[in-house]
T-cell receptor, first 115, second 111 residues
Framework: GAVVSQHPSWVICKSGTSVKIECRSL??????MFWYRQFPKQSLMLMAT?????????EQGVEKDKFLINHASLTLSTLTVTSAHPEDSSFYIC???????????FGSGTRLTVV | SQQGEEDPQALSIQEGENATMNCSYK?????LQWYRQNSGRGLVHLIL?????REKHSGRLRVTLDTSKKSSSLLITASRAADTASYFC???????????FGSGTQLTVLP
């Protein structure tokens, strides 16, 4: 149980285009989802916290106009990388907290390559 | 948020040996969690230890927590080649009550 499905698993796009990444909670409702970014051989850095029905909370240094987050339902949160540039190439992972268990469940990640 | 540190950054051992990874964190915590990540994949939750606990076991995993030193360790006993992965500690707590990840340890278990 408590599975988060993340799509796509990988995507290659041209500079200047936008890419949408989806995360769905399959068997539970996720009021809050978290979006992380991970560069090769590095740890996860929290980008933003996505709250259902309200605006996302962004970490310091993360451009909210570039990384658009939408959490319109209790089972779906999306991250859109707008006007992507090569430096946006990274591994993006979403997660949701598992109520009552204090742990978190993570999506399988999206490898974004901007060429 | 400030990232915690883990050591070693990389660890290579023979199958059957034990692997110990250490983690230090900077804020007060409610709990500390350990995750595993296979290359290019998402994270898998391994074990959680609460701030009022000192040691916890789960199968071949043993976690210790020393809140006075703000440190934790993960011991994997009788390692297997399939244990090869990156291991991250994550501290939950602080004023923002969010998960802050350590820098990770890349474990390689040689068959």
């Amino acid at each position: 149980g408590a599975v988060v499905s993340q799509h796509p698993s990988w995507v290659i796009c041209k500079s200047g285009t936008s890419v949408k990444i989806e995360c769905r909670s399959l068997d539970f409702q996720a009021t809050t989802m978290f979006w992380y970014r991970q560069f090769p051989k590095q740890s996860l850095m929290l980008m933003a916290t996505s709250n259902e029905g309200s605006k996302a909370t962004y970490e310091q240094g993360v451009e909210k106009d570039k990384f658009l987050i939408n959490h319109a339902s209790l089972t779906l949160s999306t991250l859109t990388v707008t006007s992507a540039h090569p430096e946006d190439s990274s591994f993006y992972i979403c997660s949701a907290r598992i109520t009552g268990l204090h742990g978190y469940t993570f999506g399988s990640g999206t490898r974004l390559t901007v060429v | 948020s400030q990232q915690g540190e883990e050591d070693p950054q990389a660890l290579s051992i023979q199958e059957g040996e034990n692997a110990t990874m250490n983690c230090s964190y900077k804020t007060s915590i409610n709990n500390l969690q350990w995750y595993r990540q296979n290359s290019g994949r998402g994270l898998v939750h391994l074990i959680l230890i609460r701030s009022n606990e000192r040691e916890k076991h789960s199968g071949r995993l043993r976690v210790t927590l020393d809140t006075s030193k703000k440190s934790s360790s993960l011991l994997i006993t009788a390692s297997r080649a399939a244990d090869t992965a990156s291991y991250f500690c994550a501290a939950f707590g602080g004023s923002a009550r969010q998960l802050t990840f350590g820098s990770g340890t890349q474990l390689t278990v040689l068959p």
